[in-house]
C-alpha cells in the first residue's frame, strides 16, 4: 500500500507523553513530515526530515522514525496540544500522501 | 515573512468550473515551489497538485488529473488552479501552501484556505 496509516484518536492527560505513530510501506525509504492543526485553524508544519523541527516550534514535539513507523512524540502534553495531527510523506516524484490523521484529546 | 491568501471558493453546481488563485506578498514568489492542498468537510488533507518554480514542471493527484489545472504568473505572484467538471466530493477547503521539495516534499507555509462547495 502507498498509504499512510495512523489512530484515528488518542487521550492523554496533561503532562503525559503522548506518541502518535504513522505507518506506511515508503517511510524506509521516504521522510515525513508531521502537522498539527488545531479546530477552525489552519494546518501548522511541526516536524520535517523524520526528526527536525520546524522554526518556532516548542521543544516538546520531537519526531523518529525505523521502518516503515514514523512517530511523533509529544513530551509533557499541554492542553493547547489539543488538535489533529498529519504525517506527511513522499511516495514517489509527484505523488505526495497525508495519513488519515489522529485527533489528540487531552482530558 | 511571506503570506499566501486564497480566492475565488463559492459555490458551483456539479459539472461547473471554478478558478482559484493565491496571491502572495513579497518578492521571493517566484523562488517558490508551490501546492494546492485540501480538506473536505470533517475529513483529513489530500495533497492535490504541485507546480515548480518557474511553472515548468507540474503533477496532479490522480483524484484531479485532466480536470484540474494549475499555473503561475510570477510577475503578479499569483498561483491558480482551473477546476473544471466538478464533482460533489471536490466540495472542499482548498489551501495553496509553499512546497519544499529537498531531500522530501513537505509544506511549511500555509494560506487561509477557501471553501469550494459543488452541490445542485
Known amino acids: 500500500s502507498s498509504g499512510l496509516t495512523q489512530p484515528p484518536s488518542l487521550s492523554m492527560s496533561p503532562g503525559q507523553t503522548a506518541r502518535i505513530t504513522c505507518s506506511g510501506d515508503?517511510?524506509?525509504?521516504?521522510?515525513a513530515s508531521w502537522y498539527q492543526q488545531k479546530p477552525g485553524q489552519v494546518p501548522v508544519l511541526l516536524i520535517y526530515?523524520?526528526?527536525e523541527r520546524s522554526s518556532g516550534i516548542p521543544e516538546r514535539f520531537s519526531g523518529s522514525s525505523s521502518g516503515t513507523i514514523a512517530t511523533l512524540t509529544i513530551s509533557g502534553v499541554q492542553a493547547e496540544d489539543e488538535a489533529d495531527y498529519y504525517c506527511?510523506?513522499?511516495?514517489?516524484?509527484?505523488?505526495?500522501?497525508f495519513g488519515g490523521g489522529t485527533t489528540l484529546t487531552v482530558l | 515573512q511571506v503570506q499566501l491568501v486564497e480566492s475565488g471558493g463559492g459555490w458551483v453546481k456539479p459539472g461547473g468550473s471554478l478558478r482559484l488563485s493565491c496571491a502572495a506578498s513579497g518578492s521571493t514568489f517566484r523562488n517558490f515551489y508551490m501546492s494546492w492542498i485540501r480538506q473536505a468537510p470533517g475529513k483529513g488533507l489530500e495533497w492535490i497538485s504541485y507546480i515548480s518554480s518557474s511553472g515548468t514542471t507540474v503533477y496532479y493527484a490522480d483524484s484531479v488529473k485532466d480536470r484540474f489545472t494549475i499555473s503561475r504568473d510570477n510577475a503578479k505572484n499569483s498561483l491558480d488552479l482551473q477546476m473544471d467538471s466538478l464533482r460533489a466530493d471536490d466540495t472542499a477547503v482548498y489551501y495553496c501552501?509553499?512546497?519544499?521539495?529537498?531531500?522530501?516534499?513537505?509544506?511549511?507555509?500555509w494560506g487561509r484556505g477557501t471553501l469550494v462547495t459543488v452541490s445542485s
Open positions: 506527511q510523506s513522499t511516495v514517489s516524484i509527484g505523488t505526495v500522501v
Open positions: 526530515r523524520d526528526t
Open positions: 515508503a517511510l524506509p525509504n521516504q521522510y
Open positions: 501552501a509553499s512546497t519544499r521539495t529537498t531531500p522530501n516534499w513537505y509544506f511549511d507555509l
